[in-house]
């Protein structure tokens, strides 16, 4: 039972370097997320998917993209690491966007920017 | 704008009962959501509240009052394992969740 299974798990970047962020959900989900979580911060939405081929911003999107290739897998990507974007980054996937259907969320990608 | 807020931290003792409140101010409300997450780990759902009323699953049980924008979560019996946080967060107008920054919750013996 994978479930949602996010790569790698720590990381540490230097500023002005780039990075891609691995996450795979075996549970054939349409809605995919990206979040990051922040101390005394709620998670903030930085892209989602709602289904292959399609990608849409969202609360904080700026300094990331993100690609959405395949179904199963959700791809985040830092194109020049700033110190402000260390953080703990959660995947999430979902069958629905509604309906009460839950999200359910991988392990998190611990980064710090050096 | 959009808030969520609920106590940073609550402490409790091992069997007595918790009660952690969330209130909230949305664009739009399609749901509200309990989550918990233990340190160093995802967040794992608990409960979904959409109608007015509580919502019993075991130990924890959910309420919600939508004219109050208010929810709770309440928490019997409590284990040393219940130590974590609990994140509310609603679902606004546009199926997007808004989270509440978490409350702490420490389990005393």
């Known amino acids: 039972n994978a479930g949602v299974t996010q790569t790698p798990k720590f990381r540490v970047l230097k500023t002005g370097q780039s990075m891609t962020l691995l996450c795979a959900q075996d549970?054939?989900?349409?809605?995919m997320y990206w979040y990051r979580q922040d101390p005394g911060m709620g998670l903030r939405l930085i892209h989602y998917?709602?289904?292959?081929?399609?990608?849409a911003k969202g609360e904080v999107p700026d300094g990331y993209n993100v690609s959405r290739l395949k179904k199963q897998n959700f791809l985040l990507g830092l194109e020049s690491a700033a110190p402000s974007q260390t953080s703990v980054y959660f995947c999430?996937?979902?069958?629905?966007?509604?309906?009460?259907?839950?999200?359910?969320f991988g392990d998190g990608t611990r980064l710090s920017i050096l | 704008g959009q808030n969520i807020d609920q106590p940073t931290e609550m402490t409790a003792t091992e069997g007595a009962i918790v009660q952690i409140n969330c209130t909230y101010q949305t664009s739009g409300f399609n749901g509200l959501f309990w989550y918990q997450q233990h340190a160093g780990e995802a967040p794992t759902f608990l409960s979904y509240n959409v109608l007015d009323g509580l919502e019993e699953k075991g130990r924890f049980s959910s309420f919600l009052s939508r004219s109050k924008g208010y929810s709770y979560l309440l928490l019997k019996e409590l284990q040393m394992k219940d130590s974590a946080s609990y994140l509310c967060?609603?679902?606004?107008?546009?199926?997007?969740?808004?989270w509440g920054a978490g409350t702490k919750l420490i389990i005393k013996p």
């Open positions: 967060a609603v679902m606004d107008s546009n199926y997007q969740l808004i």
């Open positions: 998917s709602v289904g292959e081929g399609t990608t």
């Open positions: 549970m054939n989900h349409e809605y």
């Open positions: 999430a996937s979902s069958s629905d966007s509604g309906g009460g259907q839950p999200q359910h």
